[in-house]
């Protein structure tokens, strides 16, 4: 294993390995959308041609043919976005053939078993590299330069197709977490007291007396509410102070959302949302801009 011993050797990789790295997750970025365009064609090929056999499309309303000329195929996907799921199911098994067709490479030549030249493979395509099972490691091998050539060759396609797996698999990760997000936002306004308005004004503990002092709380347009009792001797706390000065927590991080948001063409749902690198690209191509657990 090639590894830098000298002072000098360790500051050239560290420059090396800077823009080498960047460059790479460019070259993976690029891979990844350019692979995520292919698959939505090809599904909506697919799915074009099963709604003209169920009779529900002709080829007179084909939305490709009444685009212009000078539209790009990216624009063109815009109109329709694939699964999401079918995406990652054929992601999982172009990397799987890789892996496959690698490790039957790999296990006669540096005489492993199949597991672990599985093993290998996901180590080294996941970009993990733990080191323990490593390639090119004897003196000589038979028809080295052909191996040494499949070897590049796998190993970049099997990195490609696992980094646009793992990126994928995000995507549906953060549906799930958004809506498990969605699920307990329910269960809790569903379990959650109703809420009882407080004294804002002066804390239950300047107020000394048998008798809970009763505050009426008027709202900036002079509209009066009902009057509200403090039950409690507590200090007053900051919530108690908002809700009764008609500022909602809520809507306070719903403005500061929607500010954030304000750059972004189209207006997207709470919870996990990815809008930079491989995200982006994802969330173009797929239409997971906004969470739906039906896509």
């Not at 212009?68 to 694939?82: A, C, F, I, M, Y």
């Not at 403005?255 to 304000?262: C, D, K, M």
Request: charged share 20%.
């Amino acid at each position: 294993m090639t590894t830098p011993r000298t002072v000098p050797g360790k500051i050239v990789l560290i420059f090396y390995g800077f823009f080498g790295c960047a460059g790479a997750i460019l070259f993976f970025n690029l891979f990844l959308e350019r692979i995520i365009t292919f698959l939505a064609y090809i599904l909506r090929a697919i799915h074009e041609r099963d709604l003209k056999r169920k009779g529900l499309m002709q080829d007179g309303k084909d939305a490709r043919t009444r685009r212009p000329s000078q539209v790009s195929e990216d624009d063109q996907l815009d109109s329709w976005k694939p699964s999401v799921y079918w995406v990652m199911l054929i992601l999982l098994l172009g990397a799987l053939v890789v892996a496959v067709c690698a490790s039957s490479m790999y296990y006669p030549v540096e005489d492993w078993t199949y597991f672990e030249a599985i093993y290998f493979c996901f180590v080294t395509f996941a970009t993990i590299g733990f080191g323990d099972y490593v390639v090119s490691q004897r003196s000589s091998y038979a028809n080295v330069h052909l191996y040494r050539l499949g070897n590049f060759i796998f190993i970049v396609l099997g990195c490609c197709c696992v980094y646009s797996l793992f990126n994928v698999t995000s995507i549906v990760i953060k549906q799930m977490l958004n809506w498990l997000l969605r699920r307990l936002n329910c269960e809790c306004s569903l379990k959650k007291p109703p809420m009882t308005r407080r004294n804002a004004i002066t804390p239950g503990h300047l107020h000394r007396g048998g008798k809970t002092p009763t505050v009426t709380v008027t709202d900036a347009d002079g509209d009066s509410d009902s009057e509200y009792r403090r039950n409690s001797g507590e200090m007053i706390s900051m919530k108690d102070f908002l809700q009764a000065n008609k500022i909602s927590l809520a809507m306070m991080q719903k403005q500061l959302w929607e500010t954030a948001q304000s750059g972004r063409s189209s207006n997207n749902n709470s919870g996990f949302q990815g809008g930079v690198g491989p995200l982006a690209i994802l969330n173009r191509k797929l239409g997971q801009d906004e969470y739906d657990p039906g896509i």
